[in-house]
T-cell receptor
Framework: DAKTTQPTSMDCAEGRAANLPCNHS???????VYWYRQIHSQGPQYIIH???NNETNEMASLIITEDRKSSTLILPHATLRDTAVYYC??????????????FGQGTELSVKP | GAVVSQHPSRVICKSGTSVKIECRSL??????MFWYRQFPKKSLMLMAT?????????EQGVEKDKFLINHASLTLSTLTVTSAHPEDSSFYIC??????????????FGPGTRLTVL
């Protein structure tokens, strides 16, 4: 599985957009980019995923560069409840039977009032 | 959305005892279940993958005789930490995967179990 690189920590002001970058320069053609977050002492929560097109849902937007070597998760209006560790994961196609979610170190996002 | 539960949410035990953690998919049948452990300030580490009715596949460095996994049904997997020691104290998280009608594998995580071994 391709590895990812994320900043260790980031701060964001409440109400502003939080832009979390992820580098996955060794991603292969059939691998997807997934984002999860983990609020302290809870299980991971799915946020969004994509292959090559930008994606948006009720939680966030995912921007994937044309070469697919990096992506950015955007929380459009961060709230204090968005304070969490955000994990960017590259995994094999979810349409295959195999594939495991391997977590890197993630980015600890602190949303401040 | 699909719900995965874990029981207990928190357990404290004496060194040398065994502890069983249950993971249930409440409203769906899971084709595969995964077990992770997480130390403080660290990321989740995959321990093993289990499929219903077959032996679990353990990640490198994880002792299968230490961490017994039973996946007896499509909605229940158990992790037993045998002869627990203080270094086994950790946050254990299970995850269940379901195969949707369009062949998409969706994965959900449980809330985790905090194990403290005295």
């Amino acid at each position: 599985d391709a590895k990812t690189t994320q900043p260790t920590s980031m701060d964001c002001a409440e109400g502003r957009a939080a832009n979390l970058p992820c580098n996955h320069s060794t991603i292969s053609g059939n691998e997807y980019v997934y984002w999860y977050r983990q609020i302290h002492s809870q299980g991971p929560q799915y946020i969004i995923h994509g292959l090559k097109n930008n994606e948006t849902n009720e939680m966030a937007s995912l921007i994937i560069t044309e070469d697919r070597k990096s992506s950015t998760l955007i929380l459009p209006h961060a709230t204090l409840r968005d304070t969490a560790v955000y994990y960017c994961i590259v995994r094999p196609s979810p349409y295959n039977q195999g594939g495991k979610l391997i977590f890197g170190q993630g980015t600890e996002l602190s949303v401040k009032p | 959305g699909a719900v995965v539960s874990q029981h207990p949410s928190r357990v404290i035990c004496k060194s040398g005892t065994s502890v069983k953690i249950e993971c249930r998919s409440l409203d769906f049948q899971a084709t595969t279940m995964f077990w992770y452990r997480q130390f403080p300030k660290k990321s989740l580490m995959l321990m093993a993958t289990s499929n219903e009715g077959s032996k679990a596949t353990y990640e490198q460095g994880v002792e299968k005789d230490k961490f017994l996994i039973n996946h007896a049904s499509l909605t229940l997997s158990t992790l037993t930490v045998t002869s627990a020691h203080p270094e086994d104290s950790s946050f254990y998280i299970c995850s269940a995967r379901v195969l949707k009608e369009d062949s998409y594998n969706e994965q959900f995580f449980g809330p985790g179990t905090r194990l403290t071994v005295l």
